[in-house]
């Protein structure tokens, strides 16, 4: 793996919504009012290594898959062409889709080896319900894989790389410069381990996105050094006295996902800052990986190239190493 | 088991109060200010394949046993049998008990074989502290549990089942149509297995709640499908531009609880909506069951039938079945 | 270990800006403005059962180190001496650092053996970002730990003891009468278990303060009996309608953290409570200690001396015993 390659930042699909001037809204909703409908055409695809990803394009095929966005209100229209030999579906968690679309094989809501099928899911603002309350809207860090693959709850198509992320946005939100998925699939980041850990790369100052997903069968807790979040929906405060949690290490298990925006190097600098899942053993088998500030410029800040030669550790000595990490083969690849 | 019996859906105790006139309340106060005291009694019992309930009549113990309710400024006093030949107990969290009524073997409070004792629990609204701080009242999803069979912490009584849910609701709270108690023990469903993990059945547009607690020596996640819910007191938003997280996929580790309401088939429709855990080998193993959602006149959806068909699994065929489940016998109901 | 001695509450370093007047602070910052810069040196030194700590003098070293307190605004600068033939850091989570103050070996952030260095920790209050976002200041219950011995994550380091609590201070929160740190450290709190697990003393009404950290490699519960908090920075609500959800039992993962300040007995009375991780392996196994509440005169309230004795175990029959707790030898001091 090159140094400065970027794993795991899939082009972001932005529903046009984005940009669409408000339509009158009921006093009763939030969202845009604009509703965008949008429909792609997603490719699953096997991938070396025995893996199986999504992609927007044939032989595009991407482990995370690409990452999907949408605004509250906007439908989107997910055409899944399954060219492999193995049934397998994508299910969403979050958003609003009906039995047909719901990818269990509950359901029958599936392609069969080599079968199209389109999946619709739905989003809303948040509604008035009575009084005080207000019925949940869909925005969030969410995420999508396969339920189908390997039995009724797709664990063979998950271990294989059928996931990725889909981010809802709510009005008003802030987009960010730099956006990355981590997911922590059994004992791997994105199906890798370290040194192939994806490496996320931002400038000084930048609003970076970080999306978590959970997957497998272990727990984890997400830990990002330097940085820090507010435990909401948003990762920032609302006022100087919001009580919100402000985390920096968080649990990330099975089939939850959550997501903060944070200024890179925001009050501490560029340099090579690690994420691991800081489970004790998880890390020193390679759970760990590098988010890289650069200068604002772009230029590598000191120290940078040696932490970055250190990660991917031309010393492989036996046992534990000066170079900060515990001693492993290029060729483990680590599989759930 | 039938298909559409619903288990876990004991008959809730509604604490009187609920439609009691508010007394004046100091300003230091927001609760109800009528402070019902209610008494009843429960029995612990033996039931099949050795387990043991709690249950509100003789040979009426279920598991989970049933839910209790109060409303904040209640006192609750129970008079618990114990017709086993094992000491017991009973053990709640979130509301306000003294040292007699703990509940644990520390603090001597306990039901030796046969004996019968009383144990008292009380709850408040919460209470100006200081400046902007309040302290905690007692509204939430809780539970109560054994703490006393098989040892100090009561292991082996919550293996065997004894364990339930305790809802305190504060003033200005909804009252679901439906409500559902999801206890994942071990590595079942209220000690269950699919497919006989709980059917929970409502129909579209009705205001269900569902209680979720952990119990054993297993991390696991919640997960529902098509329905999502606002991670705070009560599932839902305070405001359109509310913070707060929405989560379809939640951590439930042992001692925990929370619970939320929700429209069932809120922007979806009706349907055999999934719930499972997300731990991929605790789902293929059987933790995972149906929230059915049903018409508004209560009739069965298209679809819903095959789906019922499949999860309870007319096809036993080694591995994978088209089933949507991983194969198994109607006899393996696993413990933890 | 003697019935009544505290451990874990290591004298705090409280930061002298508790009591500075507030500087004119512009309208985008909400810290106190004084910003006071305090320098403390540490000693990592070895500890009997092949432990090791930190410690403000020599010869003084803990586990957990000493808690270290700060105001939003304020810096520290840790010398830090490693008195012992390893290579060990600081690392700490939550407040802000550059790669030199790092702690890792990946940025060659560490002490060699024998070796002194410092370390540089800040803190900020909330900034106004864009509309209606803050970016999070540095208040927090958080925690510091080494992150070098025994490979590139501080994996033996945090068996052997290197580790403690940081607290942040917002300004305008309240200072505690009494502060206990819990640590989830693999199978032990505090690397005890139980009848040796800390034992934690107040009166009855006095303003106490938990910090709960988990390390190592297994996930926990923390819960506490007879008490319950706000799931928030601080444990306490905002007002009387705030959806914060209460809590009695919560994940404490390794690398998280998360504290609350609750009244000693508030509406339960004094009492020798427990607190314990809710996994029931763990709690038979050790993870269980005692939170004393004393009368407000500080004498034993009725009951506490044989709740005392029942957990320090003068009865170490096989099984289970009378006194609550799974028999074992006082010199089962389990490790991770």
Known sequence: MLAGTVIGMATPIVASSAN????????????????????????????????IG???????????????EMWEGDT?????????????????????YDVDSDGSPLNGSFNEPGETRTYVWSTRAP??????????????????????????????????????????????????????TVVFNGMTVNNKVAPEAPLFEANLGELVEFICIGHGDFFHTFHLHAHRWADNRTGMLEGPNDPTPVVDNKDLNPGSSFGFQV??????????????????????????????????????????????????????????????????????????
């Open 54 to 68: 999504y992609g927007l394009e044939p032989g595009q095929a991407t482990i995370p898959g690409p990452t999907l």
């Open 76 to 96: 989107l229209e997910i055409e899944l062409v399954n060219t492999t030999n193995q049934r397998l579906s994508i299910h969403p968690h979050g958003v609003e």
């Open 20 to 51: 669409a001037a408000p339509a009158a809204s009921s006093s009763e909703r939030g969202d845009s009012g604009s509703g965008t409908v949008r429909r792609i055409t997603m490719y699953a695809e096997e991938l070396p290594g025995n893996q």
């Open 263 to 336: 200024i890179a190097g925001d009050g501490v600098g560029p340099g090579a800052w690690m994420y691991h899942c800081h489970v004790q053993f998880h890390s020193d088998d390679g759970m760990a990986g590098i988010f890289l500030v650069r200068n604002e410029d772009g230029s590598l800040p000191d120290g940078a190239q040696e932490a970055l030669d250190r990660y991917y550790g031309h010393d492989h000595g036996g046992g534990h190493d000066h170079d900060g990490h515990a001693a492993h083969s290029h060729d483990d690849v680590k599989e759930e």
């Open 127 to 180: 509604i008035h319900g009575k009084g005080r309350r207000w019925l949940p809207g869909s925005a969030g860090y969410w995420h999508y894989h396969d339920h189908a693959m390997g039995g009724g709850h797709g664990s063979l198509g998950l271990r294989r790389g059928l996931y990725g992320a889909l981010v809802v946005r709510r009005r008003g939100d802030l987009e960010p410069d730099r956006q990355f």
